[in-house]
């Protein structure tokens, strides 16, 4: 109790300190900052503890973090000046010092003391850049409805050298307002990541908007994005299109190989010229917007099947991204399985514990042709039809059916006790979940005294 209290006390006397304050542990995760660090990088303490430091900083690196420096090393760097992005695009220079925590000779962490030198001249500028935005926001807000982006850098999970590699690209990219074409097979995150550059760039307080190519007609389509004028064909309205409600933000067209060739054309002669006109009018309209695409098949294979113009293609690929497939990311499946568990325990009031090695194995076998949106759904699907303390292999769903019976993964051949043993402790807290720990009503569920079943819950250790 007396180290406890100790321990909270510290904790409580670091938060009135005006210097950031943060821990890793020896595996460069998160375990704590003070409420000046919190503010100092804008983080978000619920998604931040955990994971790990190049995660939430992925402007950083093995190289240039003073935190990972001394925990590969051992040795103290003191006063060194670190100018890093956080995840909301903030650019932020402090001057740093971190010492290696150790007990008994072995590295256990470190800890960081952060100091914030921005100077005044960088804060006016971004003062005077906020009130031209706010300016320009209140002269549209009475015949404008703003979208915002929900996500940013540290919503997407992994620590993949190929994701943390893409992360790093994008918050370069959030800096500059040439066009991104962000490559992806369905279910990689493209619309995750392109919302988090939208939310770190400069525009984050404009319009963010979005719109698949694939979901609408190319008639349709044209009138969508362009706006359409009284009188331009039947039935047409003065209606604006979707560049005059992006302007000054960011227009995000996904499935951009879906777009007619014939409007892609007229696409084109707006990233070129900033210049727009509706459906059925004369008139045009300059509009600021930065433009960032997404496709589903690789680029260059939709150049040469003619479902993307040639001269466009180089126009949208400025900046290139290309999210790598779940099954290339063997070592986020499981953090990422971990996540959804942990997201689905909040969203459905359920209380598991993770999956077993059985299934963590079926997992890393699966092609995952759904990728990460696969997951999540596999995850959330198990977790919405079973009450269980953990995901077994009878809980996936028939898709996984090929790696379970005699294809791909087999079952591990197990001696005859141990498999009984096993099965039996399997049944027993089954029972014992479904009659919530009643032994009276668990020992009529499985038909067996209630003398043998304390004797095989104290055996097996399942006691709540």
């Not at 269980?388 to 006790?417: A, C, D, M, T, V």
């Amino acid at each position: 109790m007396k180290d406890i209290f100790l321990k909270e006390n510290i904790f409580e006397i670091l938060d009135y300190i005006d210097e950031g304050i943060q821990i890793i542990n020896n595996s460069g995760e998160i375990i704590y900052f003070n409420k000046f660090a919190q503010k100092l990088d804008d983080i978000d303490t619920d998604k931040a503890i955990g994971r790990h430091v190049l995660e939430i900083y992925p402007s950083l690196s093995y190289d240039t973090s003073t935190l990972l420096k001394v925990i590969k090393y051992g040795k103290p760097i003191l006063n060194v000046e670190q100018t890093f992005v956080n995840y909301k695009g903030n650019k932020i220079t402090t001057v740093n010092s971190s010492i290696p925590i150790k007990s008994k000779g072995k590295i256990m962490g470190a800890l960081e003391i952060s100091k914030d030198i921005t100077d005044v001249k960088k804060l006016s500028e971004r003062i005077v850049d906020l009130q031209k935005k706010l300016y320009k926001n209140d002269k549209k807000s009475k015949d404008k409805k703003q979208s915002t982006a929900n996500y940013t850098f540290v919503d997407i999970v992994g620590q993949d050298e190929e994701m943390l590699k893409v992360k790093s690209l994008a918050l370069k990219a959030c800096q500059t307002s040439s066009p991104v074409l962000v490559f992806g097979e369905t279910g990689t995150g493209k619309e995750l990541l392109v919302q988090s550059i939208h939310s770190a760039s400069p525009r984050k307080s404009s319009p963010f908007i979005s719109q698949n190519c694939a979901a609408l007609p190319g008639s349709l389509l044209e009138g969508i994005l362009f706006g359409t004028a009284r009188g331009g064909f039947t039935g047409a309205e003065d209606r604006p299109g979707l560049f005059e409600l992006a302007d000054g933000g960011t227009l995000f067209l996904d499935e951009i190989n879906s777009m007619p060739l014939e409007l892609q054309a007229k696409f084109l002669r707006v990233l070129q010229d900033g210049i727009i006109r509706r459906v059925g009018s004369t008139n045009i309209n300059h509009v600021d917007v930065r433009i960032i695409t997404a496709i589903n098949i690789e680029p260059k294979k939709a150049v040469e099947m003619k479902l993307i113009r040639n001269d466009l293609y180089y126009r949208l690929n400025v900046i290139g991204l290309r999210l790598p497939k779940l099954k290339d990311r063997k070592k986020d499946i499981p953090i990422l399985t971990n996540f959804f568990i942990k997201k689905f325990n909040n969203k459905l009031s359920k209380n598991v514990l993770g999956v077993s090695s059985d299934v963590m194995n079926v997992f890393l076998k699966h092609s995952w042709p759904g990728n990460v949106r696969e997951l999540e759904n596999t995850i959330e699907g198990i977790m919405s039809i079973y009450d269980i303390s953990k995901i077994n292999l009878e809980h996936l769903p028939y898709q996984f059916e090929q790696y379970i019976y005699n294809k791909g993964l087999k079952r591990e051949i197990k001696p005859f006790k141990e498999s009984v043993e096993s099965l039996e402790k399997s049944l027993l807290i089954e029972a014992l979940e479904k009659s919530d720990y009643n032994i009276t009503y668990a020992a009529k569920l499985i038909d067996l005294p209630r003398q043998t079943l304390q004797y095989k819950i104290k055996k097996y250790d399942l006691n709540r």
